[in-house]
C-alpha cells in the first residue's frame, strides 16, 4: 500500500501539532494556576493564625492553614514507598530473572488486572477490611494513616512490578553474560549487573508511582483522612492531606478567599510533587556516579 507523498509531510506536522498542543495547555494550566494562586503564597497559607516558628516545632496547632496537610502528605508517602518500592522491586525481578511458563504468565496478568483496578475500589477494599477487623479480631480498628499507606501502596505497586519487569528483560544478552563469565551466581549478577543497569528505569516506575500516590484522594478519602485532624499523632491515628484539602475547599468554599487558598494548595501539592522528581533524578544521579567508580 502506497501512501500519497504529501501524506508524510502532512503527517509529521501532525505529530508536532500534538505535541505543542500538550505543550499548550500544561503552560495554560499553571498559568491559570498562577494567576489564581499566587497571591495567597505566604506563611498565613501554611500557618494561618498560629506562630510560624512554634507551627514548625509542633508546638501550636494549626486550624486553618496547610502546615498539617503538608505533613500528613509527605508521612503518607514515605510511609507508602515504604511499604510498596521493596515488594514491587522484589516482584519485578522475581517476574524477570525467576518465573517462567504459565506461572509467570499468570502473574503477569494477576498485576495488570491490579493495574486496572480503579482507586475508588481500592478505597472501598481498605474501608471493608477494617469493617472486617472490627467484627472479628480487632474491634478497636479505625481508618488511619497506615490502613491508606497499605492501599496506595496496593494502587502503586502494579507500576513498580512492570517498570522492574520491563527494564530487566529489555537488558541485552551480552549484559547478562557479564555475572556468569565472573562466576557470580543469578542472585549476585542481579544485584551487583542487572539492577545497576537497569536503574534509570527502575527509578522512573518509583517517580510515577510517587506522583499517583500524591495526588489520588479516593483511597484516603475512604480509609482515614480527615479535615482539621492536625499532624499526624501515628500511624494509627487520623491526618490531612493536600489532595483532599482542595477537594474540600473547592466543593465547600463559602468566599472566594477560601476558593483561592484551593487554588494555592494546588500549587503547593504541584511543587511538592516537583521536588519529590527532582529528589529522585538527583538520587539517580548520585547512584549513576557511585556505580561509574565502583562497578
Not at 172 to 185: D, K
Not at 219 to 240: D, H, M, Q, S
Amino acid at each position: 500500500m502506497t501512501f500519497p507523498k504529501f501524506a508524510y509531510p502532512a503527517f509529521r506536522w501532525f505529530c508536532r501539532a500534538c505535541a505543542l498542543c500538550l505543550a499548550a495547555a500544561l503552560a495554560g494550566l499553571f498559568g491559570f494556576l498562577l494567576w489564581r494562586g499566587l497571591g495567597t503564597l505566604g506563611p498565613s497559607l501554611f500557618f494561618g493564625e498560629a506562630d510560624p516558628w512554634r507551627a514548625l516545632l509542633l508546638r501550636v496547632p494549626v486550624m486553618d492553614g496547610l502546615w498539617p496537610a503538608c505533613l500528613g502528605t509527605l508521612s503518607l508517602l514515605g510511609l507508602t514507598c515504604l511499604l510498596a518500592v521493596p515488594v514491587g522491586i522484589a516482584a519485578g525481578v522475581c517476574l524477570a530473572e525467576y518465573a517462567a511458563g504459565p506461572a509467570k504468565a499468570w502473574l503477569t496478568f494477576c498485576v495488570e488486572l491490579l493495574a486496572s483496578i480503579p482507586s475508588v475500589v481500592m478505597g472501598l477494599f481498605g474501608f471493608t477490611l477494617i469493617l472486617f477487623l472490627r467484627r472479628t479480631i480487632l474491634p478497636t480498628a479505625n481508618t488511619c494513616l497506615l490502613l491508606a499507606a497499605g492501599c496506595l501502596a496496593l494502587l502503586v505497586l502494579p507500576y513498580l512490578v512492570s517498570a522492574t519487569q520491563k527494564s530487566l528483560e529489555s537488558l541485552p544478552e551480552s549484559l547478562r553474560l557479564i555475572g556468569p563469565s565472573l562466576g557470580l551466581g543469578t542472585g549476585r549478577a542481579i544485584r551487583h549487573i542487572l539492577l545497576p543497569a537497569s536503574a534509570r528505569s527502575i527509578l522512573a516506575g518509583v517517580i510515577l508511582a510517587v506522583g499517583r500516590a500524591a495526588e489520588d484522594t479516593a483511597v484516603i478519602l475512604l480509609t482515614g483522612v480527615v479535615a482539621n485532624a492536625g499532624a499526624p499523632a501515628g500511624l494509627a491515628g487520623k491526618f490531612e492531606a493536600l489532595p483532599f484539602t482542595i477537594y474540600s475547599l473547592a466543593a465547600q468554599y463559602q468566599t472566594p478567599e477560601e476558593l483561592d487558598r484551593g487554588y494555592g494548595a494546588a500549587m503547593v501539592l504541584l511543587a511538592l510533587t516537583g521536588s519529590l522528581f527532582v529528589g529522585a533524578h538527583l538520587l539517580h544521579a548520585t547512584l549513576r556516579r557511585r556505580w561509574q567508580v565502583n562497578p
